[in-house]
């Protein structure tokens, strides 16, 4: 089943608001921000994984445990894709 890129976004804007902590609502973020700016801490990040993982039913492997996976919606969007892809 292939996932709209607008929908992935949407949803991982959603789980950023319910996990991330961000100073302000992940829908008022450019793709590209930089979310750790936006307030994203190591900590939330984790939580924000686990939300990722729920959401889209994958599994980050330890390779992408990156703080650049996590840097923007752009990215993380990226890697669910890859994941999905397989």
Given at each position: ?86
């Amino acid at each position: 089943m292939s996932m709209d890129s607008s929908d992935i976004t949407g949803r991982i804007r959603r789980v950023l608001n319910d996990h991330g902590r961000l100073s302000q609502p992940a829908e008022l973020l450019d793709v590209t921000a930089d979310l750790y700016q936006a307030g994203l801490t190591s900590h939330a990040s984790v939580n924000v994984m686990l939300g990722l993982e729920g959401e889209f039913d994958v599994e980050f492997p330890d390779q992408m445990l990156s703080r650049n996976v996590f840097s923007s919606i752009a990215s993380i969007q990226s890697a669910i894709e890859t994941l999905k892809a397989g």
